[in-house]
């Protein structure tokens, strides 16, 4: 069973290799597929307390939810979390 998540700020391969490797680091998730082209992360998981950390984990990174605000702090974090996975993809 999976979840799809749709995020907001996702922008190129280096925003996906940010993403992977962060969500990667959470326990409970060992699979990470990100759709660039419709801005979805999909994670193996129906569990709550898991998505939550998900959730939270993206939004600090800088790709909060599609439905949840997208501050000015949350783009810069995505340019940065952008530039990051550029360098080490």
């Excluded at 699979?31 to 898991?50: A, F, G, R, W």
């Amino acid at each position: 069973m999976k979840t799809t998540i749709e995020i907001v700020n996702l922008k190129c391969n280096g925003c996906v290799n940010t993403v992977k490797k962060g969500l990667l680091n959470l326990d409970g998730i060992n699979e990470v597929d990100v759709d660039l082209d419709h801005s979805k992360v999909i994670v193996p998981t129906k569990d709550e307390k898991i998505l939550e950390l998900v959730k939270k984990k993206l939004s600090k990174m800088g790709y909060p939810e599609i439905h949840d605000a997208n501050t000015a702090i949350h783009k810069a974090k995505s340019f940065v979390s952008c530039a990051t996975g550029r360098m080490t993809s």
